[in-house]
């Protein structure tokens, strides 16, 4: 079902066409009337006439038109925007369409296409930081968005598994001896044996040298060397999985691509590279010079992918990963969850690929990039210690403060009983760590503060959830099911009423927002909205015990309606939607 804008849109397209040809009518949802059409600002400088005075003749002639049928009124209202009221009898039609599609209103995507989202891609053997956390909730969400709309998605954790460092891991292994390893690898006391491994490296030379000779072991494949390295990533990526699991995530163990995938590609990169007269060698390196990147004295930039010593690099990686994912995947779409800093980085690898053909017409390279997590203090979020937080830490914390808090609003306890709150806690806890996130415009820094995302007011996960809960607990006192709830709206005479109708035929212009700018921010702020209204409706319009017959039914398909928009936005965020809280 197309949207309500588009289908207003269309309304609007004759009209504007008329005054010139191709001008778009710029329909969009708004917070002041039920639509806003924006175009006639657009439209009235480029015929160089007086906004206002075009905007009125489009509305006269748009009324005429057909849009008399759909709305109560049509205001030109500030410099020349055109603000239009549905009628009722439209919105209760629109809310119809909406409550018996099971897109609920979205559109699908116009050409789907696959797409690879490369996302979490922590280090092996290394504890997974705030950074691997944002990329995995957002890479998470971006892939459940993608799909939704029909895309063909397909999930790529990057993992950190092979190059130098792990000289120096596998001789810590050996040290300490494997079993030890093994188990302080499985629980997840990663940045312990990171570090370990790091401070033999810098203070012992004999251990340093070792390091560099089993580098040069793993990249000959020696099988004995192979098998500690094979120990070492497992039992990371189990640890990895466990927790991503806890989190809830759509992440598997066969997501699983580890920059180690690639290496028997590398070769070929540079190889082609060179044929294609790419290559550039600089001070023994081998490199790419794209065009546009320069340092800060106004040199080229190259992005090395050879080492003078022959090793490749992280953008060599990178590239053949590109081409893997293009040429044997069949991507159209390739997306990288991945922090701002290394925008420069992923620019580069894509103007390369774009260079060597390896990203042909009509294939496209995203950096969704996201800022720092910051503690409380706006300084880097990290351990009292300075040390990187544990992610099973993280999670357990989030999990009790939500108990505590659930509990504290009494009488949670007694109303849940012990095994429900566990439960609830859970959803709630790891709910509102990945509310807070998406919450936040991604290109921004966003500060990690426990009391703020466990509030049960405003923009928060524990908000939203609990309108939904709410709306579950009005079809529990009805004895029917949310599912079942009825789809003919109307009357819808009280403002609260129209106003959750208004935000509820909002949900597909939010999902394709979100999509389009990969911007999960964008559908939790209509979430919120759709919450306040409903937290208003619930207030002031009985369901239950409303008036006469039909507006119980009305308000009873509007709530069921609100439900599962609720539940629906709250998956595509990778947040749970429990029934009672
Ligand atoms: N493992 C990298 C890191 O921890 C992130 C990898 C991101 N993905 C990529 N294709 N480069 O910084």
């Not at 891609?121 to 957002?138: D, E, F």
């Not at 044997?328 to 922090?339: D, S």
Request: with cysteine; aromatic share 8%.
């Amino acid at each position: 079902m197309p949207g309500l804008t588009a289908i207003v849109n269309a309304l609007l397209v004759p009209v504007f066409d008329r005054l010139q040809p191709g001008a778009s009518p710029g329909v969009r949802t708004s917070e002041r009337a039920d639509l806003q059409v924006d175009g006639a600002l657009a439209l009235a400088r480029s015929l160089h006439r007086a906004p206002r005075e075009v905007a009125e003749e489009i509305a006269r002639q748009a009324w005429a038109d057909g849009l008399e049928q759909v709305c109560l009124s049509v205001e030109v209202a500030g410099p020349g925007f055109l603000n239009l009221t549905l009628s009722d009898q439209f919105v209760a039609h629109a809310l119809g369409a909406m409550a018996t599609d099971d897109m609920l209103g979205a559109e699908r995507a116009a050409r789907p296409v696959k797409v690879v989202v490369d996302y979490a891609s922590p280090n092996a053997a290394k504890q997974m930081h705030v950074g691997h956390l944002r990329s995995t909730i957002i890479g998470d969400c971006l892939v459940r968005l993608l799909g939704f709309v029909g895309h063909q998605v397909v999930r790529e954790n990057h993992i950190g598994d092979w190059g130098t460092p792990f000289g120096m891991l596998i001789e810590h292994l050996v040290d300490i001896g494997e079993d030890k390893a093994a188990h302080e690898l499985a629980v997840g006391d990663l940045e312990l044996f990171y570090q370990q491994a790091r401070s033999a490296y810098d203070s012992d030379p004999a251990f340093a040298d070792r390091a560099r000779a089993r580098v040069v072991l793993l990249q000959s494949k020696d099988p004995e060397t192979l098998r500690l390295w094979r120990l070492l990533v497992d039992q990371s990526v189990a640890y990895f999985d466990r927790e991503l699991r806890r989190l809830g995530t759509c992440l598997t163990r066969d997501d699983v691509v580890g920059e180690s995938s690639y290496e028997p590609l590398l070769p070929k990169v540079v190889e082609d590279l060179e044929a294609l007269g790419l290559l550039v060698e600089s001070e023994g390196a081998r490199c790419v010079f794209p065009p546009g990147y320069s340092k800060r004295d106004g040199q080229p930039l190259p992005l090395i992918v050879q080492k003078s010593d022959g090793g490749y690099t992280y953008a060599a990686t990178d590239l053949a990963a590109l081409r893997d994912r293009v040429e044997r995947l069949g991507a159209g779409l390739v997306v990288y969850v991945v922090g701002l800093p290394q925008a420069q980085h992923l620019g580069m690898v894509f103007a390369v690929a774009r260079m060597a053909g390896w990203l042909p017409e009509g294939t496209e390279a995203v950096h969704v990039g996201f800022g720092n997590v910051l503690g409380p203090d706006g300084k880097m979020f990290q351990t009292r210690q300075g040390g990187t937080i544990k992610l099973a830490d993280l999670i357990d914390e989030a999990v009790e403060r939500a108990a505590a808090v659930i509990a504290g609003r009494s009488p949670g306890q007694e109303r849940l009983g012990a095994d429900e709150l566990g439960e609830v806690a859970r959803a709630v806890g790891i709910g509102a760590v990945k509310y807070a996130d998406l919450s936040t415009d991604r290109s921004r820094d966003y500060r990690f503060d426990w009391g703020r995302m466990l509030a049960f007011d405003g923009n928060t996960g524990p908000y939203i959830q609990y309108a939904h809960a709410r709306v579950c607990s009005i079809f529990q006192r009805a004895g029917q099911e949310m599912a079942g709830a009825p789809v003919a709206f109307g009357p819808l005479s009280e403002p609260e009423e129209r106003l959750l109708a208004r935000r509820l035929l909002g949900f597909g212009d939010a999902v394709a927002a979100a999509v389009d700018a990969y911007a999960p921010h964008k559908l939790c702020g209509y979430l919120f909205g759709l919450a306040s209204a409903f937290t208003d409706f619930y207030e002031h319009c009985p369901v239950l015990r409303a008036p006469d017959e039909a507006t119980r039914a009305s308000r009873l398909a509007l709530s069921g309606l609100c439900g599962r928009v609720l539940a629906k936005g709250l998956d595509l965020l990778g947040i749970e939607a429990p029934r009672r809280m």
